[in-house]
């Protein structure tokens, strides 16, 4: 009665299939490699929003370029936007000493949000456990993003580097 296949699960062969599996894992691959960023986003435009635009954070979250891009995220990624930007104003000057001891100088006027990405980052790394790996590559892609601070890129790398193995040690 029954019969035995001798080609792929659909009646193909394999090597019809093997490129829609490629396909597949790297439209998994793509969409796997943007989980965390846009949280990371948002926190750093809640901090330009305290710091640049001295808003309160309260009203920042309500009424900011930060509260509409909230608005799209999950509610587990807008809590996590909210705890690495309440987090990072609590330690702001301990991050600011740390940053400053490995920028070794003011970082310009045209590198744009490259100063809130890398305290984002610093936080991340020192006081919210997120792996190295993950919070250092955030912070980069973050800033290739960025019109500005797309031409710090490897500063953002050296420093956050550094950052994580040396800071905790400050």
């Not at 305290?50 to 954070?57: A, E, G, H, I």
């Not at 608005?71 to 740390?98: E, N, P």
């Amino acid at each position: 009665m029954g019969f035995a296949r001798p080609f792929g699960p659909v009646g193909l062969s394999h090597s019809v299939n093997a490129p829609q599996n490629a396909q597949s894992k790297s439209a998994r691959h793509a969409r796997d490699y943007g989980v965390g960023l846009p949280a990371r986003r948002a926190a750093v435009l809640l901090l330009g929003a305290v710091l640049k635009d001295r808003q309160p954070l309260d009203d920042a979250l309500v009424d900011s370029r930060a509260a509409r891009e909230m608005v799209s995220l999950a509610a587990r990624d807008r809590a996590l936007a909210r705890a690495i930007a309440s987090t990072t104003l609590r330690r702001k000057g301990q991050l600011d000493a740390v940053l400053d001891h490995f920028l070794g100088k003011k970082l310009p006027r045209s590198s744009g949000p490259l100063r809130e990405i890398l305290l984002v980052a610093a936080c991340q790394l020192l006081f919210l456990d997120t792996p190295h790996h993950a919070a250092i590559d955030l912070a980069v892609r973050q800033a290739k993003q960025d019109r500005k601070a797309r031409h710090f890129d490897k500063l953002a790398n050296a420093v956050l580097r550094r950052v994580a193995s040396q800071g905790p040690a400050l």
